[in-house]
């Protein structure tokens, strides 16, 4: 069962923009795993392949008013002021992973003081269901998510909220095509869902319309070099953000076009490409 968790967290000190995103809070999420779990924590760091859970950045929490879906930020460009209310979502794709945290969820203490590089925090509370001002906490079931999935729907819209990135080769592309898109997707249902989709679906879809532009991330696990004057990362790639609609052409039997709705639906708890547990490639489904 997919869990979209959303922790919201209180400074007590300032944050430092590099520590807001990438590793930093992919060290913050092991030790909230090692405090229940030491040795889960050691498999999930030695785990290079499927990740059964995904990070966003830190997110400054928004006026009391917002917008439906306000934009997520990757990079924060100052410091963060103690005391500002936070949030952070965290993505189980294993149920198993979920169960064995869920003494972590229920017995937090927000008073307990949680490291953040150089910063302290608290967490102070932890949603696991959507809210009206929170639409990125939710749960659901594997099975749920194919019986609520369209048979009819051929238009599927993604939008790529953190740069999102696909190996290609030796390389990073930053073009997402159906198949690196639905392929990423598809890999991890193969993974965690207990019910395999075969690859020939993904043969139908077709990019339809782009509202995308390229975006310059830093690799999370990068080190800094000093040239001159200046300090710059030895490492960066091109990520995409905004939105692409795919279409389901041809004839294509119910179950496939199924298939391939349950796993635009599945993209907001799996996220796509590149570094998802370093808070690269958050997506979510829109409407047209």
């Not at 879906?69 to 949030?87: A, E, F, K, M």
């Not at 692409?244 to 993209?267: F, M, P």
Request: hydrophobic share 35%.
């Amino acid at each position: 069962m997919p869990h979209s968790l959303v922790l919201n967290l209180l400074p007590q000190s300032p944050i430092p923009p590099g520590f807001t995103s990438g590793k930093h809070l992919h060290a913050l999420f092991l030790s909230l795993v090692s405090t229940v779990e030491p040795e889960l924590a050691n498999q999930l760091h030695a785990n290079q392949g499927n990740k059964a859970f995904t990070l966003s950045p830190l997110q400054v929490s928004p006026p009391p008013h917002p917008s439906t879906h306000p934009p997520i930020h990757w990079n924060h460009l100052q410091s963060v002021p103690p005391n500002t209310p936070c949030w952070w979502r965290i993505s189980l794709l294993d149920d198993r992973l979920f169960s064995r945290l869920n003494p972590l969820w229920l017995n937090l203490n927000p008073q307990h003081p949680w490291h953040l590089g150089p910063a302290d925090l608290h967490i102070t509370s932890i949603l696991g269901t959507r809210q009206s001002t929170q639409p990125w906490a939710n749960f659901s079931s594997y099975g749920q998510l194919c019986e609520q999935a369209s048979e009819q729907e051929r238009k599927l819209i993604l939008q790529f909220c953190t740069p999102t990135a696909f190996r290609q080769g030796k390389y990073d592309s930053a073009m997402p095509t159906p198949e690196r898109v639905f392929g990423s997707l598809l890999r991890r249902w193969n993974a965690y869902s207990g019910q395999d989709f075969p690859k020939a679906i993904l043969e139908s879809l077709q990019p339809s319309y782009f509202e995308i532009r390229t975006q310059l991330a830093t690799d999370p696990r990068s080190q800094f070099q000093h040239t001159g004057a200046q300090t710059s990362p030895c490492n960066q790639f091109m990520g995409c953000v905004g939105k692409v609609t795919y279409q389901i052409l041809g004839r294509v039997d119910t179950e496939a076009v199924k298939q391939l709705n349950t796993l635009a639906n599945y993209a907001f708890y799996a996220g796509v490409g590149r570094k998802t547990p370093m808070g690269m490639g958050m997506s979510r489904r829109v409407d047209g």
